[in-house]
């Protein structure tokens, strides 16, 4: 059954609506203001709200206190990297959660529900002795490896392999098809939306991890961005312009990579809810 919705209730639908975009983007707005204009500027009274013309300069001086251009070079090639190894394992871990039956199955399953929640500064001073006893620290793999394995990407991949009817795979088998072939030819276009969201999240928590990276990096030429925007903060006097400028480039990268992969996330987030 239709119900009509008054104009007046519509209207102010609309205004709230309005209300949520103007609180949830201003943040966003006032960075990118901040970071084109001087940090005297920034806490003008009353202030500005208008682009500056001295984006370049904060750029330069934020590229010559910490090498900012060098340091995203650092977090891409350690984000996207991470972003394919882990994506990769997990969903191979995901899968055999889903469809293959061994002796143990459950119980691994279990230990990694607890490793979920487990937090994470526990884990900081094992793998600090691990990779230090195996000459690792301060390299990019002691930054990517650790969490390779994701268990909350496991578990979000099981929970969607389990959507595959074994009748495909079954029969896949007998037409003489392996596991490989299976796997990366039948599993994965299928689990692409999955994927994608995954994808998404492990890249999210990469690119902003923190406190792993500042632990095991010792060299500046090494540094991720959260490391390298911290030390901006411990200085004597704070340019808050060069903060926002490093805090703008840090987001850049999250928006444009949702960006390109948001149709098959919103059929990914989508796909677990809609009852066939």
Excluded at 13 to 39: D, E, K, Q, R
Excluded at 96 to 118: P, S, T
Excluded at 193 to 205: D, E, H, Q, S
Aim: positive net charge; hydrophobic residues 55%; aromatic residues 16%.
């Amino acid at each position: 059954m239709r119900h009509n919705v008054s104009p007046f209730r519509k209207t102010l639908l609309y205004i709230f609506l309005f209300i949520g975009v103007i609180v949830s983007v201003f943040p966003f707005y006032w960075m990118f203001v901040g970071a084109t204009n001087p940090s005297g500027e920034i806490f003008k009274v009353p202030p500005n709200f208008l682009p500056g013309d001295y984006g370049w300069e904060n750029f330069k001086n934020l590229n010559e206190n910490v090498g900012i251009v060098r340091v995203l070079g650092n977090s891409l090639f350690i984000t996207l990297t991470f972003t394919v190894l882990s994506a990769i394992v997990c969903t191979a871990a995901g899968y055999a959660f889903a469809k293959f039956q061994f002796k143990g199955r459950n119980a691994i399953f279990f230990m990694l529900l607890v490793a979920i929640m487990i937090p994470y500064h526990v884990t900081l001073i094992p793998l600090f002795e691990i990779f230090s006893n195996v000459n690792w620290l301060n390299t990019f793999q002691a930054v990517i490896l650790p969490q390779v394995a994701y268990p909350f990407a496991i578990f979000l991949m099981r929970q969607n392999m389990q959507a595959i009817p074994d009748s495909l795979l079954e029969a896949a088998r007998v037409d003489g098809a392996g596991e490989f072939h299976i796997f990366f030819r039948i599993v994965l276009p299928v689990m692409r939306p999955a994927l994608a969201a995954v994808a998404i999240f492990l890249f999210m928590f990469q690119w902003n991890n923190f406190i792993w990276p500042l632990v095991v990096l010792q060299s500046q030429d090494m540094y991720t961005l959260p490391v390298a925007l911290s030390s901006l903060v411990g200085m004597s006097r704070i340019d808050y312009g060069q903060v926002m400028m490093g805090t703008t480039l840090s987001t850049l990268p999250i928006m444009i990579f949702f960006l390109l992969l948001q149709k098959q996330f919103i059929s990914g987030i989508l796909g677990g809810s809609v009852k066939e």
